[in-house]
T-cell receptor
Framework: GAVVSQHPSRVICKSGTSVKIECRSL??????MFWYRQFPKQSLMLMAT?????????EQGVEKDKFLINHASLTLSTLTVTSAHPEDSSFYIC???????????FGPGTRLTVL | DAKTTQPTSMDCAEGRAANLPCNHS???????VYWYRQIHSQGPQYIIH???NNETNEMASLIITEDRKSSTLILPHATLRDTAVYYC????????????????FGKGTKLSVIP
Protein backbone atom coordinates (compact mmCIF):
# COMPACT_ATOMS: atom_id res chain seq x y z
CA GLY A 1 0.00 0.00 0.00
CA ALA A 2 0.83 3.72 0.06
CA VAL A 3 2.09 3.94 -3.51
CA VAL A 4 2.73 7.27 -5.18
CA SER A 5 3.44 7.52 -8.88
CA GLN A 6 4.87 10.32 -10.99
CA HIS A 7 4.69 10.88 -14.68
CA PRO A 8 6.81 11.34 -16.66
CA SER A 9 9.89 9.83 -15.06
CA ARG A 10 12.17 11.76 -17.35
CA VAL A 11 11.61 14.72 -19.65
CA ILE A 12 13.85 16.77 -21.89
CA CYS A 13 12.53 20.04 -23.22
CA LYS A 14 13.69 23.17 -24.98
CA SER A 15 14.22 26.42 -23.15
CA GLY A 16 11.03 28.49 -23.01
CA THR A 17 8.59 25.61 -23.10
CA SER A 18 6.33 24.45 -20.29
CA VAL A 19 6.40 21.03 -18.70
CA LYS A 20 3.69 19.36 -16.64
CA ILE A 21 4.50 16.69 -14.05
CA GLU A 22 1.76 14.54 -12.53
CA CYS A 23 1.76 13.04 -9.06
CA ARG A 24 -0.83 10.40 -8.14
CA SER A 25 -1.59 8.52 -4.97
CA LEU A 26 -2.60 5.10 -6.26
CA UNK A 27 -4.14 3.37 -3.29
CA UNK A 28 -5.04 6.11 -0.85
CA UNK A 29 -6.52 9.55 -0.68
CA UNK A 30 -4.09 12.39 -0.11
CA UNK A 31 -5.46 15.60 1.32
CA UNK A 32 -1.99 17.10 1.18
CA MET A 33 0.72 16.67 -1.41
CA PHE A 34 4.19 18.18 -1.44
CA TRP A 35 6.58 19.10 -4.20
CA TYR A 36 10.34 18.95 -3.69
CA ARG A 37 13.31 19.75 -5.86
CA GLN A 38 16.72 18.15 -5.63
CA PHE A 39 19.85 19.37 -7.38
CA PRO A 40 22.80 17.02 -7.90
CA LYS A 41 24.59 16.01 -4.69
CA GLN A 42 22.18 18.08 -2.60
CA SER A 43 19.31 17.22 -0.32
CA LEU A 44 15.63 17.63 -1.07
CA MET A 45 14.26 21.14 -0.80
CA LEU A 46 10.55 21.69 -0.29
CA MET A 47 9.04 23.89 -2.98
CA ALA A 48 5.37 23.95 -2.06
CA THR A 49 2.57 22.32 -0.12
CA UNK A 50 -0.60 21.54 -1.97
CA UNK A 51 -3.97 20.96 -0.36
CA UNK A 52 -6.84 19.50 -2.33
CA UNK A 53 -9.23 22.16 -3.51
CA UNK A 54 -7.20 25.15 -2.34
CA UNK A 55 -4.22 27.20 -3.44
CA UNK A 56 -0.75 25.84 -2.85
CA UNK A 57 1.55 27.32 -0.26
CA UNK A 58 4.98 28.10 -1.67
CA GLU A 59 8.26 28.19 0.20
CA GLN A 60 10.26 31.36 0.29
CA GLY A 61 12.14 31.95 -2.93
CA VAL A 62 9.92 29.71 -5.06
CA GLU A 63 8.06 31.65 -7.75
CA LYS A 64 4.41 30.67 -7.75
CA ASP A 65 3.87 32.01 -11.26
CA LYS A 66 6.67 29.87 -12.59
CA PHE A 67 5.82 26.67 -10.76
CA LEU A 68 2.07 26.23 -11.10
CA ILE A 69 0.53 23.65 -8.81
CA ASN A 70 -2.94 22.19 -9.13
CA HIS A 71 -4.44 19.73 -6.68
CA ALA A 72 -7.89 19.16 -8.11
CA SER A 73 -8.63 15.76 -6.58
CA LEU A 74 -7.63 13.67 -3.59
CA THR A 75 -5.39 11.51 -5.74
CA LEU A 76 -3.80 13.90 -8.22
CA SER A 77 -1.55 16.94 -8.03
CA THR A 78 0.26 18.51 -10.97
CA LEU A 79 3.31 20.76 -11.15
CA THR A 80 3.78 22.83 -14.29
CA VAL A 81 7.15 24.41 -14.85
CA THR A 82 6.36 27.38 -17.10
CA SER A 83 8.88 28.89 -19.50
CA ALA A 84 11.52 26.45 -18.37
CA HIS A 85 15.18 27.46 -18.47
CA PRO A 86 18.35 25.37 -18.07
CA GLU A 87 18.63 26.38 -14.41
CA ASP A 88 15.29 24.65 -13.80
CA SER A 89 16.90 21.33 -14.70
CA SER A 90 16.56 19.22 -11.59
CA PHE A 91 15.00 16.16 -10.00
CA TYR A 92 11.41 16.94 -9.00
CA ILE A 93 9.82 14.70 -6.39
CA CYS A 94 6.32 14.71 -5.00
CA UNK A 95 5.01 13.19 -1.80
CA UNK A 96 1.54 12.53 -0.47
CA UNK A 97 0.26 12.38 3.06
CA UNK A 98 -2.32 9.78 3.97
CA UNK A 99 -5.27 11.66 5.41
CA UNK A 100 -5.32 11.37 9.18
CA UNK A 101 -1.63 10.58 9.52
CA UNK A 102 1.63 12.50 9.50
CA UNK A 103 3.54 10.04 7.31
CA UNK A 104 4.44 11.07 3.77
CA UNK A 105 5.06 8.68 0.91
CA PHE A 106 7.17 9.76 -2.01
CA GLY A 107 6.92 9.32 -5.72
CA PRO A 108 9.86 8.01 -7.78
CA GLY A 109 10.76 11.47 -9.04
CA THR A 110 10.91 13.21 -12.43
CA ARG A 111 14.23 14.14 -14.00
CA LEU A 112 13.80 17.40 -15.92
CA THR A 113 16.47 18.52 -18.36
CA VAL A 114 16.03 21.87 -20.07
CA LEU A 115 18.23 22.41 -23.10
CA ASP B 1 11.55 21.19 14.49
CA ALA B 2 14.73 20.01 16.26
CA LYS B 3 17.94 19.75 14.27
CA THR B 4 19.62 16.44 13.73
CA THR B 5 23.25 15.44 13.28
CA GLN B 6 24.26 12.35 11.31
CA PRO B 7 27.62 11.05 10.13
CA THR B 8 28.30 11.91 6.52
CA SER B 9 29.00 8.35 5.46
CA MET B 10 29.27 4.78 6.72
CA ASP B 11 30.27 1.41 5.32
CA CYS B 12 28.73 -1.91 6.25
CA ALA B 13 29.57 -5.44 5.15
CA GLU B 14 26.82 -7.29 3.36
CA GLY B 15 24.88 -9.54 5.72
CA ARG B 16 25.94 -7.62 8.81
CA ALA B 17 23.79 -5.26 10.82
CA ALA B 18 23.98 -1.62 9.82
CA ASN B 19 23.64 0.77 12.76
CA LEU B 20 23.01 4.36 11.72
CA PRO B 21 23.19 6.95 14.51
CA CYS B 22 21.37 10.24 14.76
CA ASN B 23 21.86 12.94 17.34
CA HIS B 24 18.90 15.16 18.20
CA SER B 25 19.91 16.66 21.51
CA UNK B 26 17.42 19.55 21.30
CA UNK B 27 14.40 17.35 20.70
CA UNK B 28 11.28 18.39 22.57
CA UNK B 29 8.93 16.10 24.44
CA UNK B 30 6.38 15.52 21.72
CA UNK B 31 8.62 15.50 18.65
CA UNK B 32 8.78 12.28 16.68
CA VAL B 33 11.85 10.76 15.05
CA TYR B 34 11.35 9.73 11.42
CA TRP B 35 13.72 7.84 9.15
CA TYR B 36 13.64 7.90 5.38
CA ARG B 37 16.14 6.67 2.83
CA GLN B 38 16.86 7.63 -0.75
CA ILE B 39 18.38 5.20 -3.18
CA HIS B 40 20.23 6.90 -6.00
CA SER B 41 17.93 8.67 -8.48
CA GLN B 42 14.76 7.58 -6.71
CA GLY B 43 12.28 9.29 -4.38
CA PRO B 44 12.76 8.88 -0.62
CA GLN B 45 11.30 5.80 1.01
CA TYR B 46 9.67 5.86 4.44
CA ILE B 47 11.34 3.43 6.84
CA ILE B 48 10.08 3.90 10.37
CA HIS B 49 9.22 6.47 13.02
CA UNK B 50 8.88 6.60 16.80
CA UNK B 51 8.38 8.81 19.82
CA UNK B 52 9.82 7.14 22.92
CA ASN B 53 9.62 3.41 22.64
CA ASN B 54 11.76 1.30 20.39
CA GLU B 55 10.00 0.38 17.18
CA THR B 56 10.42 -2.47 14.73
CA ASN B 57 8.90 -3.22 11.37
CA GLU B 58 9.73 -5.40 8.40
CA MET B 59 12.43 -3.01 7.24
CA ALA B 60 14.27 -1.90 10.36
CA SER B 61 14.39 -1.26 14.07
CA LEU B 62 14.52 2.14 15.70
CA ILE B 63 16.20 2.46 19.07
CA ILE B 64 15.62 5.75 20.90
CA THR B 65 17.68 6.50 24.01
CA GLU B 66 15.86 7.06 27.26
CA ASP B 67 16.63 10.79 27.25
CA ARG B 68 15.55 10.89 23.58
CA LYS B 69 18.63 12.90 22.61
CA SER B 70 19.77 10.32 20.10
CA SER B 71 18.53 7.33 18.17
CA THR B 72 19.86 4.49 16.06
CA LEU B 73 18.34 2.94 12.97
CA ILE B 74 19.23 -0.72 12.65
CA LEU B 75 19.08 -2.68 9.43
CA PRO B 76 19.54 -6.22 10.79
CA HIS B 77 21.02 -7.89 7.72
CA ALA B 78 22.21 -5.30 5.24
CA THR B 79 22.09 -6.13 1.54
CA LEU B 80 23.57 -4.34 -1.44
CA ARG B 81 20.11 -2.89 -2.11
CA ASP B 82 20.27 -1.04 1.20
CA THR B 83 22.99 1.23 -0.20
CA ALA B 84 21.36 4.67 0.04
CA VAL B 85 21.34 8.02 1.83
CA TYR B 86 19.52 7.71 5.15
CA TYR B 87 17.77 10.73 6.60
CA CYS B 88 16.86 11.19 10.26
CA UNK B 89 14.15 13.84 10.68
CA UNK B 90 12.64 15.15 13.89
CA UNK B 91 9.28 16.85 13.77
CA UNK B 92 6.28 17.83 15.79
CA UNK B 93 3.06 15.92 15.21
CA UNK B 94 0.36 17.94 13.55
CA UNK B 95 -2.13 17.12 16.29
CA UNK B 96 0.00 19.28 18.59
CA UNK B 97 -1.30 22.32 16.77
CA UNK B 98 2.23 23.60 16.29
CA UNK B 99 3.37 20.88 13.94
CA UNK B 100 3.54 21.02 10.22
CA UNK B 101 3.23 18.25 7.70
CA UNK B 102 6.48 19.42 6.14
CA UNK B 103 9.60 17.28 6.24
CA UNK B 104 12.93 19.07 6.42
CA PHE B 105 15.72 16.98 4.93
CA GLY B 106 19.31 17.43 6.09
CA LYS B 107 22.33 15.89 4.40
CA GLY B 108 21.77 12.39 5.79
CA THR B 109 24.21 9.49 6.02
CA LYS B 110 25.41 7.81 2.87
CA LEU B 111 25.45 4.09 3.70
CA SER B 112 27.51 1.89 1.42
CA VAL B 113 26.95 -1.84 1.77
CA ILE B 114 30.05 -3.68 0.65
CA PRO B 115 30.05 -7.23 -0.74
Amino acid sequence: GAVVSQHPSRVICKSGTSVKIECRSLDFQATTMFWYRQFPKQSLMLMATSNEGSKATYEQGVEKDKFLINHASLTLSTLTVTSAHPEDSSFYICSARISGTDTQYFGPGTRLTVL
Amino acid sequence: DAKTTQPTSMDCAEGRAANLPCNHSTISGNEYVYWYRQIHSQGPQYIIHGLKNNETNEMASLIITEDRKSSTLILPHATLRDTAVYYCIVRLPTYSGAGSYQLTFGKGTKLSVIP
